[in-house]
């Protein structure tokens, strides 16, 4: 059975000891304040001398252990401290989000607060419906491009984008398929969903990785992917001011593409009347 065991770090000689089993990876993993507020909704409920809100990083320790053939799921509540996840599911989402790299850094630097006030739990609902619609299995779909900045609060997504291993036959608003974006990505399709240096999981989802989402937007180099470079190098900085001002951007960018498709689609008609006429 596998464990996920975590505890905040302590200041005492020496650490106490995790549940019997067999320790397959651990980790140290420092988060800043709104992370650990976003975690702690997530593991509730929490050990009752666990801090339920911190001022500075908060250093965790995480291990994943494999418990001995026959012995029965562990109280959530461990001895020293520890909180023992066994349920499939909680160990699943967490260990993405504890056990990657790509996990911690979103833990760390997304802005939890802001994607929430966007009904994130709605969009999460609607993915995973057009999903089962399609008979489209989570694991073998990948999401790119916009809907990235908005998990991690930089910005809305004008549309959703998606890399799938399988066919689909029908695609509906707002969702479209991303195979365009490859050629930027530099990676094959199956890599970028089949290997975790490409992608992090969040809500059941994976999604394209940080950084490799950053290598397509400098490769494309469009303004509205310069726009959102920007954006994202001043979330890592902390320079919220410079996000501010790159949203404001982005809704121009947006207005004067709508424009300049209206003025085409207008410019077609204009131009089918006057053959018609001819």
């Given at each position: 059975m596998p464990l996920l065991a975590l505890r905040p770090m302590q200041w005492e000689w020496r650490e106490?000891?995790?549940?019997?089993?067999?320790?397959l990876e651990g980790h140290e993993i420092g988060l800043t304040p709104e992370a650990w507020r976003y975690l702690a909704d997530r593991l509730?409920?929490?050990?009752?001398d666990w801090p339920q809100e911190v001022h500075g990083e908060l250093q965790i320790s995480v291990k994943c252990l494999v418990l001995a053939?026959?012995?029965?799921a562990p109280p959530r509540f461990g001895d020293g401290d520890w909180l023992l996840l066994s349920r499939p599911d909680e160990v699943a989402d967490l260990s993405a989000l504890l056990l990657n790299p790509h996990g911690v850094h979103f833990l760390n630097h997304a802005r939890h607060s802001r994607r929430s006030s966007w009904h994130w739990q709605q969009r999460v609902a609607r993915i995973h419906a057009f999903l089962e619609r399609r008979e489209l299995p989570p694991a073998d779909v990948l999401i790119d491009a916009g809907l990235v900045l908005e998990l991690y609060?930089?910005?809305?997504?004008?549309?959703i984008v998606l890399l799938s291993l399988e066919d689909v036959e029908a695609w509906e608003m707002p969702f479209r398929a991303g195979d365009d974006l490859l050629i930027h990505h530099g990676q094959s399709k199956q890599e970028l969903i089949n290997d975790p240096r490409y992608h992090l999981v969040v809500d059941g989802l994976k999604f394209?990785?940080?950084?490799?989402?950053?290598?397509l937007k400098q490769r494309r180099r469009r303004l509205v992917d310069l726009n959102d470079l920007a954006m994202m190098n001043a979330l890592e900085e902390g320079r919220l001011w410079r996000l501010y001002l790159g949203r404001w951007l982005d809704i121009g960018l947006v207005a004067v593409s709508m424009?300049?498709?209206s003025v085409s689609r207008l410019a077609c008609r204009v131009g089918l009347r006057a053959g018609r006429g001819a």
């Open positions: 106490a000891p995790p549940p019997p089993g067999v320790v509730a409920p929490l050990p009752p053939a026959g012995m029965g609060g930089i910005r809305r997504a004008h549309g394209v990785a940080f950084h490799q989402l950053k290598y424009l300049q498709h």
